[in-house]
């Protein structure tokens, strides 16, 4: 497609669960981001991507939130372990790159913890 | 580390009346700054952007902003506002040598027909 496609767009999951959120960026797009946003609050950022690599990951909040995107494309938001304040909408966005004027976003995905 | 604050959490107006949201963020350097707007249901969007240049920026659907660099601020306007204008507002910057985005909280706009 077009945009930056997330999926699923919903996923409930129990406490302690394991849970993995894909990111399909725009085609070509050398630049990935992942942001949180809680209930009410504006997008609050977790790690970014150049191509494969993992530029910066200083928003991750815990070590049990891990990203990858091994091939430089598709990217996954792994989150170990859930807990009830891992609850929020995971926003993937995607950029042309370095110095890009626009990041894309994606529509999200809900995750509620319970 | 940089912040952005967005004074109105809500914002409730007639159609036809007048906009203004401001924003203001924290960092002492050079930033970009950015205006996205999230219709119900839908993803973010870019409104518009200031890098430099003219500090008055005009965006998608009437919408402007304007940098004002001794404030550190840079509100959001429309002077006439319709119902299709309903919708979360987020001001957003990143310095100048970065991309990560650093948001403020959002001001959500209820226009009322």
């Known amino acids: 497609g077009a945009g930056v496609s997330q999926s699923p767009r919903y996923k409930v999951a129990k406490r302690g669960q394991d849970v993995a959120l894909r990111c399909d960026p725009i085609?070509?797009?050398?630049?990935l981001f992942w942001y949180q946003q809680a209930l009410g609050q504006g997008p609050e950022f977790l790690t970014y991507f150049q191509n494969e690599a993992q530029l910066d990951k200083s928003g991750l909040p815990s070590d049990r939130f891990f990203a990858e995107r091994p091939e430089g494309s598709v990217s996954t938001l792994k989150i170990q372990r859930t807990q009830q304040e891992d609850s929020a909408v995971y926003l993937c966005a995607s950029s042309l790159g370095q110095g890009s004027t626009e990041a894309f976003f994606g529509q999200g995905t809900r995750l509620t913890v319970v | 580390a940089q912040s952005v604050s967005q004074h109105n959490h809500h914002v409730i107006l007639s159609e036809a009346a007048s906009l203004e949201l401001g924003c203001n963020y924290s960092?002492?350097?050079?930033?970009?700054l950015f205006w996205y707007v999230q219709y119900p249901g839908q993803h973010l969007q870019l409104l518009l952007k200031y890098f430099s240049g003219d500090p008055l920026v005009k965006g998608i659907k009437g919408f402007e902003a304007e940098f004002i660099k001794s404030k550190f601020s840079f509100n959001l306007r429309k002077p006439s506002v319709q119902w299709s204008d309903t919708a979360e507002y987020f001001c957003a910057v990143n310095k100048a040598a970065g991309n990560k985005l650093t948001f403020g909280g959002g001001t959500r706009v209820l226009v009322k027909p």
């Open positions: 085609s070509g797009h050398v630049s």
């Open positions: 960092y002492g350097g050079t930033v970009n």
